[in-house]
T-cell receptor, first 115, second 113 residues
Framework: NAGVTQTPKFQVLKTGQSMTLQCAQD?????MSWYRQDPGMGLRLIHY???????DQGEVPNGYNVSRSTTEDFPLRLLSAAPSQTSVYFC??????????????FGEGSWLTVV | GENVEQHPSTLSVQEGDSAVIKCTYS??????FPWYKQELGKRPQLIID?????GEKKDQRIAVTLNKTAKHFSLHITETQPEDSAVYFC????????????FGQGTELSVKP
């Protein structure tokens, strides 16, 4: 049981490049989400999914795409990287968002720098 | 829209003192309120949570209180220790808006020996 696995851990991109941050969980969790963390801004929700085939926007979705073709995987795609997307990205999952009291587990984070 | 406000942004206390962090939320339908602790360079870790049908919950030196009428909840840490130094985040689950977990801005707690 590996929990929530994110790759890569560190990445440097040039402005305009695209890339995908991978997130996988092996706990059969329905709910998965992506957050970005910037100094003084806390954790801001980018996109989330309540099950395979279902995704929705969070607080800061612009510039990012997601898909949920399987229960296990929830990749985050940066379409055309911008310096403003330099951040630490966390993937998180829980058994269900609908039921209260389900612990949300975070991945270790992905440090992304856009130059 | 959904919103969680957290105060203070920084908090410095002497070892052994108590620390209190407060959060307010915008949606009265929110029903789940977790608190996370994040050490430098690491992922957030759940330390305590409370559901909307409970007014207070305690776990050793940590307690959380919830006032649904006022839409605010607080984290209380007693007998603080240097290892309590970290950033603490509150969050609220906005169930009626598709199950979004929205975080406050964080509080950097420093416990001085």
């Amino acid at each position: 049981n590996a929990g929530v696995t994110q790759t890569p851990k560190f990445q440097v991109l040039k402005t305009g490049q695209s890339m995908t941050l991978q997130c996988a969980q092996d706990m059969n969790h329905e709910y998965m989400s992506w957050y970005r963390q910037d100094p003084g801004m806390g954790l801001r929700l980018i996109h989330y999914s309540v099950g395979a085939g279902i995704t929705d926007q969070g607080e800061v979705p612009n510039g990012y795409n997601v898909s949920r073709s399987t229960t296990e995987d929830f990749p985050l795609r940066l379409l055309s990287a911008a310096p403003s997307q330099t951040s630490v990205y966390f993937c998180a999952s829980s058994y269900s968002a609908a039921a209260t009291g389900n612990t949300i587990y975070f991945g270790e984070g992905s440090w992304l720098t856009v130059v | 829209g959904e919103n969680v406000e957290q105060h203070p942004s920084t908090l410095s206390v002497q070892e052994g003192d108590s620390a209190v962090i407060k959060c307010t939320y915008s949606d009265s339908a929110s029903n789940y309120f977790p608190w996370y602790k994040q050490e430098l360079g690491k992922r957030p870790q759940l330390i305590i949570d409370i559901r909307s049908n409970v007014g207070e919950k305690k776990d050793q030196r940590i307690a959380v209180t919830l006032n649904k009428t006022a839409k605010h909840f607080s984290l209380h840490i007693t007998e603080t220790q240097p290892e309590d130094s970290a950033v603490y985040f509150c969050a609220a689950l906005f169930y009626n808006q598709g199950g979004k977990l929205i975080f406050g801005q964080g509080t950097e707690l420093s416990v001085k020996p």
